[in-house]
């Protein structure tokens, strides 16, 4: 069965780091998605990706989020300048086409301290 | 606004029982989506449809499109079924369609 995978699956990071988290995608997948869920709250959108560029992102998605696909394979959402509210469960999920199942990662669980 | 409303929110059931999870979204979309989450917190695709019924073991979902509303049935019931259950909505729209999440419905089974 093809899978997702995140890392890391926890990380811990002092106010005002940077982050980066990493998602390998099903090889061939096309459109590539980040979400968040806030402890005890619904998940979230961030931000898509297709054909190399940010297709859309959320209100979330503000100057300190950026993503890339630096390598052709591996999508990456970098957080700048940490902050406590932050800390959440991030998710990347993957789909072949549009209107597809989706594939999501484990997730990585970020403690922002 | 797109908005996607789960109900019931937490359901306990005896192991055996019928489970039947409702869902109700506001736009038009292009697909729904039924997730599983566990208590890890990791995400499991149960099913995309975009209209009819779908049926995989012990799970059914359906979807009234003219209703805006789709339901997710789990039969014979087993503990291991316990997790949250989410319903998604695509929206219909050209680039990558996002998935707009509801809160969930926590399910738990007893033995």
């Known amino acids: 069965e093809p899978e997702v995978t995140q890392t890391p699956s926890h990380q811990v990071t002092q106010m005002g780091q940077e982050v980066i988290l990493r998602c390998v995608p099903i090889s061939n997948h096309l459109y590539f998605y980040w979400y968040r869920q806030i402890l005890g709250q619904k998940v979230e959108f961030l931000v898509s990706?297709?054909?190399?560029?940010?297709?859309?992102k959320s209100e979330i998605f503000d100057d300190q989020f950026s993503v890339e696909r630096p390598d052709g394979s591996n999508f990456t959402l970098k957080i700048r300048s940490t902050k406590l509210e932050d800390s959440a469960m991030y998710f990347c999920a993957t789909q072949d086409s549009r209107n597809t199942e989706a594939f999501f990662g484990q997730g990585t669980r970020l403690t922002v301290v | 606004k797109n908005e996607v409303e789960q109900s019931p929110q937490n359901l306990t059931a005896q192991e055996g029982e019928f489970i039947t999870i409702n869902c109700s979204y506001s736009?038009?979309?292009?697909?729904l989506h039924w997730l599983q989450q566990h208590p890890g917190g990791g995400i499991v695709s149960l099913f995309m449809l975009s209209s009819g019924k779908k049926k995989h073991g012990r799970l059914i979902a359906t979807i009234n499109i003219q209703e805006k509303h789709s339901s997710l049935h789990i039969t014979a019931s087993h503990p291991r079924d316990s997790a949250v259950y989410i319903c998604?909505?695509?929206?219909?729209?050209?680039?990558?369609?996002?998935?707009?999440f509801g809160t969930g419905t926590r399910l738990t089974v007893i033995p």
């Open positions: 990706f297709y054909n190399n560029e940010i297709s859309e």
């Open positions: 736009v038009g979309i292009s697909a």
């Open positions: 998604a909505s695509q929206r219909k729209k050209t680039g990558a369609n996002n998935l707009f």
